[in-house]
């Protein structure tokens, strides 16, 4: 059952993928790609995975085998509740509403979650076989990581709420505050601990032990030292800096396992692609933080990390777990998932050189380039999942 809701949460993280990319191209809102991108694509993957995921990462089974399909419609719905209300469709109370729906599908999440590694919740048990001791220092450390997202989730929750509802917000309520909240703190934290865990073995290499340490405290404290500080000042400058130690470490560490590796796989090429575009958004970050925020940047700044970084990283990493050559469609294959990762990439460096430039018509081109990536990446998922 697990397993079953989980491939359905990540073909809906692809369909809001090709709605946020299709958005896009029509010119939506900001906050509407941000909704789009970050609560549908990103976090419903996240979620779908982290029910698998994470109880066998710390030796234990699922507690509530049906959270998965209770949490299902509420946040798939309250998301697309919280995009009308974005864009101004339908009542005034739709954008309360939808984040309700959506807290309490959170609610759901978090709470099967804990009560599945209560008794286990540092991930000191790790069900690493005898066959793989030499990882188990790296896994206990990544899975020591795996609450601190979830904690990340739950004040990004609340916060949310806080935005949409009367509740007092515990920061400013300022959205972009609730954005790296949940980007960086739980997508972000969540695919430092989780990825740790997966890419040495799919690449059948082994990360510098130290590097990891440095990537899981940084990334662990980046995000809250960003949304406190969003915007100015000291505390949004240490904040840039000790997030871009945590994705450059992270990027020197995909690196290193790649070099590593005799392995080579399509979804690798998508976990190097967001692992480069990583180092780029913390590059403009930086320019934020140190030097001065540009306007015409911010939205390639948004890009590059939840298109970039995180999504074509998840991309990478479900071409690993669903892989394209399985599919029964016609066109399913490694040569058309690759393809897949060179159009959202190529796409989103269009895009950044569009507007870094004022260029519109390379800026067109690059949208039009990964909306093609994420429906081929969509089509990809379907086939393989169809063949299961």
């Known amino acids: 059952m697990i397993s079953r809701w989980s491939r359905r949460y990540v073909l809906v993280s692809a369909v809001f993928l090709t709605a946020w990319q299709a958005g896009v191209v029509v010119g939506l809102p900001r906050r ?104 188990r220092p790296v896994d206990r450390l990544a899975n020591g990581f795996v609450p601190v997202a979830l904690l990340y989730l739950l004040i990004g929750t609340y916060e949310t709420l806080a935005v949409y509802t009367a509740l007092p917000p515990f920061l400013d309520g300022y959205p972009p505050q609730v954005t790296h909240l949940l980007a ?26 130290w590097l990891v340490g440095v990537v899981l405290s940084t990334g662990a404290v980046g995000p809250v030292l960003l949304a406190a500080g969003l915007g100015s000042g000291w505390l949004f400058q240490v904040g840039a800096l000790v997030q871009a130690v945590a994705v450059a ?40 933080a140190f030097s001065r925020m540009l306007p015409s940047l911010v939205l390639a700044h948004l890009r590059l990390n ?41 796409g989103l460096l269009a895009q950044l050189v569009g507007i870094g430039a004022e260029v519109p018509p390379v800026t067109n081109l690059g949208h039009v380039l990964a909306l093609g990536g994420s429906l081929l990446f969509l089509y990809l998922i379907v086939a393989a999942l169809d063949a299961r």
């Not at 719905?77 to 864009?87: E, I, P």
């Not at 969540?190 to 040495?200: D, I, Q, S």
């Not at 040569?335 to 990439?345: C, E, K, N, Q, T």
């Open 306 to 346: 939840l298109l970039g970084f995180l999504g074509l990283t998840i991309v990478g990493v479900t071409y690993q777990f669903y892989p394209p050559a399985v599919g029964n469609l016609p066109g399913a294959s490694n040569r058309s998932a690759f393809y897949s990762v060179i159009a959202l990439a190529g």
């Open 184 to 209: 960086t703190g739980t997508a972000g934290v969540m695919l430092f601990a989780l990825g740790f865990r997966m890419l040495p073995r799919f690449m059948v290499a082994h990360p510098p032990r």
């Open 32 to 135: 509407t790609e941000v909704i789009l991108g970050l609560f549908g694509f990103v976090l419903h993957v996240i979620f779908g995975k982290a029910y698998s995921l994470v109880p066998t990462y710390f030796d234990r089974t699922v507690a509530f085998p049906y959270a998965p399909a209770v949490q299902f419609p509420l946040v798939a719905v309250g998301t697309g509740g919280l995009v009308a209300s974005s864009l101004g469709v339908g009542p005034p109370w739709i954008g309360a509403a939808s984040a309700i729906l959506w807290s309490i599908g959170i609610g759901t999440f978090l709470f099967t979650l804990a009560w599945t590694i209560r008794e286990n919740p540092t991930g000191r048990e790790t069900a690493t076989g005898d066959a793989n001791a030499e990882r």
């Open 249 to 288: 470490g992270f990027a020197v560490a995909v690196g290193t396992l790649y070099i590593r590796s005799d392995r080579r796989r399509v979804g690798f090429y998508g976990v190097l692609a967001g692992a480069g575009f990583g180092v780029l958004a913390i590059t403009l970050g930086l320019l934020f």
